[in-house]
């Protein structure tokens, strides 16, 4: 038994001298390492149980969840898919100022979060983009023709799955895996945009409406089916404000909903904000499409490629307000008519 002070029961001068050196720098050690990865205390070097893959290559990492704030699973139906995807770049930096900026893809109808991740590209034209946020990519009904959005139609759900995913990413395995990319002490979520194609236009309502975090900007691929009214007075709140205060919306769109955009277009004009049209790929410059807080983009696309095989997702980012730390030449003659790249 160690010697022990008979009114405190706390080791005694004995029991710390046996301590000894090596005692004393183990427990130094695990006090540092608890404290290495940021304020909170996330130091468990266990794999955490609602982290179920993670994918390496050389441009970052990829974080597969199971969240209780997704929006299914755990009790909330009919799907039980409770997946979110989170992807973080290999040039990613966490800033200065600890928030990390955050870009929401949902997917279409009859789809998957891996699917609308691998088939739009979304990892590869982020990383092309070279933005410093990260993509998280909620699974929404699974391969269904629904445009439901579960949690995520709930007053506050965006906001709750977004705090969750920061708590999970902070944690010290997961900082691990992301070594110079590590969002270990963060501050939540700064800048965000989100991103939808096709069906998942609804969930994205749903979020500017009432998702409890304010989305600065929506990105539309072929998936203005509805909601104009919510997109119009989403935009309205900020029409006028620069920079990263502002509200901006990008819609791509072939024939299928075309009258939606225009119907929209018409609205945001009338009410004074600044908006651009393109009809022909590649009319507006890379200046005008940075510079609105409207832009609509005809495109002759199939329904399913829009996302990605014009790198219109890439030059949303490109166009955006997010924080670039890593040089670019997209801004080359900016003023000219650009180049449109094809993505295979």
């Avoid at 983009?297 to 924080?323: E, K, M, W």
């Avoid at 670019?328 to 790249?341: G, L, T």
Wanted: with cysteine; aromatic share 8%; charged share 25%.
């Amino acid at each position: 038994m160690p010697a022990t002070s008979s009114k405190t029961g706390v080791a005694g001068p004995a029991a710390a001298n046996r301590l000894g050196r090596r005692g004393f720098v183990a427990a130094f050690g695990a006090l540092a390492s608890a404290l290495t990865f940021g304020h909170e205390v996330l130091a468990d070097p266990k794999k955490p149980k609602k982290l179920k893959r993670v994918e390496k290559d050389d441009n970052g990492v990829t974080l597969t969840f199971e969240l209780d704030n997704a929006p299914y699973g755990n009790g909330k139906g009919p799907w039980k898919d409770n997946t979110v995807i989170v992807y973080v770049p290999a040039y990613y930096r966490l800033p200065k100022g600890r928030q990390v900026d955050t870009l929401v893809h949902f997917h279409g109808h009859n789809a998957s979060a891996r699917l609308g991740l691998e088939g739009g590209r979304l990892r590869e034209q982020l990383f092309d983009s070279k933005q410093n946020c990260i993509l998280v990519v909620p699974q929404g009904p699974k391969r269904a023709t629904s445009s439901e959005g579960g949690r995520l139609d709930e007053s506050g759900g965006l906001n709750r799955l977004l705090d969750e995913v920061m708590r999970e990413i902070k944690r010290h395995y997961v900082g691990l895996q992301l070594e110079k990319s590590s969002v270990a002490g963060n501050k939540g979520v700064g800048y965000l945009a989100l991103s939808a194609h096709s069906g998942g236009y609804k969930v994205a309502a749903k979020c500017c409406q009432h998702g409890g975090v304010n989305v600065n900007e929506v990105y539309l691929f072929d998936a203005l089916y509805g909601e104009e009214k919510t997109f119009e007075r989403w935009l309205l709140k900020k029409k006028g404000v620069k920079g990263r205060g502002r509200h901006k919306i990008m819609s791509h769109y072939t024939a299928g909903c075309k009258q939606n955009n225009m119907d929209l277009l018409d609205a945001l004009q009338r009410r004074g904000a600044k908006c651009y049209h393109e009809k022909k790929p590649g009319d507006l410059t890379r200046a005008q499409l940075s510079k609105g807080e409207a832009v609509f983009i005809h495109t002759p696309q199939q329904h399913g490629a829009v996302t990605f095989s014009y790198n219109n997702l890439r030059d949303c980012l490109f166009a955006s307000s997010f924080r670039r730390f890593v040089k670019s030449d997209w801004f080359k003659n900016k003023k000219k008519k650009r180049k449109i790249d094809r993505r295979g």
